[in-house]
């Protein structure tokens, strides 16, 4: 923003000060005034790029290790999730249903709507198959089942205090994701706080349960890590 305002002004102040000078320095100072207009038109197309399309995010924790390093920069398409719903696969940038300090989650979508998701000797089952998952860390240390309208951890059932869990009227199956609603897991599984800790990541709305659930806060995706941008040795887009 700076630089096209720095911009603006010079090709303000071309524009009304009067030149007397010859037709070489007239012409001369026609062509920086066209450099000028091409920085300023690339200077607010960037801006709008960024406002309402594209967003950075900054890992700052070792729950997607080894995908992505703390420290890393990541572009962030914000404009695919006002369009379709998170995929199976999508590294997802969204609100968490516990308090975060007003910092934006990021994981990966394991589980949508319609799932069945179960976790037994290390090995993740989506719809009754084996993920093959090079992205991850290491094996999870837990087990893990949705079942009769909640998520089991080693046998015990998260509490809807501390975790998003719809009621069951909102389910449409004792053992399936309900609509709206995503499993979300680190790839580091074992250092990540996610979906075996504080429940389903939610699409839209006042969060079901859990200790957000009677706060103004609302649920929401922002978008889909598309690149990494930063450090330039890492440079390159995500699978």
Do not use: C
Not at 197 to 204: D, H, L, T
């Amino acid at each position: 923003m700076g630089l096209v305002a720095v911009f603006a002004v010079a090709r303000v102040i071309l524009s009304i000060k009067p030149f007397t000078a010859d037709d070489g320095e007239s012409s001369a100072v026609a062509v920086v005034r066209d450099y000028l207009d091409a920085f300023i038109v690339a200077g607010l197309a960037a801006m709008l790029l960024v406002t309402f399309v594209v967003r950075t995010f900054y890992i700052p924790s070792i729950s997607m290790i080894p995908t992505l390093q703390v420290r890393d920069v990541l572009l962030v398409d914000e404009l695919h999730y006002r369009i379709a719903q998170p995929a199976f696969g999508d590294i997802a940038v969204f609100k968490a249903p516990v308090p975060s300090g007003g910092d934006d989650f990021i994981k990966r979508v394991i589980g949508v709507p319609g799932d069945t998701i179960s976790i037994h000797g290390g090995i993740v089952y989506r719809n009754g198959r084996a993920l093959l998952e090079p992205y991850e860390n290491q094996p999870p240390n837990y087990d893990l089942e949705i079942k009769n309208y909640g998520i089991y951890v080693n046998g015990m059932r998260l509490d809807t205090r501390s975790a998003n869990i719809p009621p069951k009227r909102d389910w449409a199956s004792p053992n399936r994701i309900p609509a709206g609603f995503f499993f979300m897991l680190g790839d580091n599984r074992n250092y990540s706080d996610d979906s075996h800790v504080w429940g389903f990541a939610q699409w839209r709305g006042r969060f079901a349960s859990g200790p957000l659930a009677n706060t103004p806060a609302k649920a929401s995706f922002a978008g889909r890590a598309f690149m990494i941008f930063w450090p330039l040795s890492r440079v390159r887009i995500l699978q």
